[in-house]
């Protein structure tokens, strides 16, 4: 069981280098889960939703994203470029939601074991 967790936790952290975004992080935009998108936040995330940007805690940003995919059900995500260097990755990608279509743009860093999302950004597309 141990050994299982740890060649896990390296396959994740190798995933994550190797430019790929995490799976449960692709899942939470295509689901609409704030829940589950908030576990990778930071402590504090630098958010842009829309009309609004500041850093917020956690729990803020997870209750922000919680009424913005209420409002815009999200039905498909999308990476469209990526890149990034040792312990950092940049993701952009196009949210398809019940509304329309949405830039999202992320900033992820590693830390120890963790990947934690450090700037998330939701902005309209412009079709």
Do not use: C, W
Request: glycine share 6%; no cysteine; net charge positive.
């Amino acid at each position: 069981m141990k050994a299982t967790f740890i060649v896990f936790t390296l396959l994740s952290f190798f995933n994550f280098f190797s430019g790929d975004l995490p799976e449960p992080i692709a899942n939470a935009l295509k689901n609409g889960s704030a829940t589950e998108l908030a576990k990778y936040f930071n402590v504090n995330v630098d958010l842009t939703l829309l009309d609004k940007q500041d850093i917020y805690s956690k729990t803020q940003a997870e209750s922000l994203l919680k009424d913005f995919f209420i409002k815009n059900i999200p039905s498909n995500f999308r990476v469209i470029h990526q890149g990034g260097k040792e312990d950092s990755q940049y993701v952009v990608g196009k949210l398809t939601t019940s509304t329309g279509s949405y830039r999202v743009s992320m900033l992820l860093k590693g830390q120890g074991k963790s990947i934690l999302i450090h700037q998330f950004r939701i902005e309209k597309e412009n079709d």
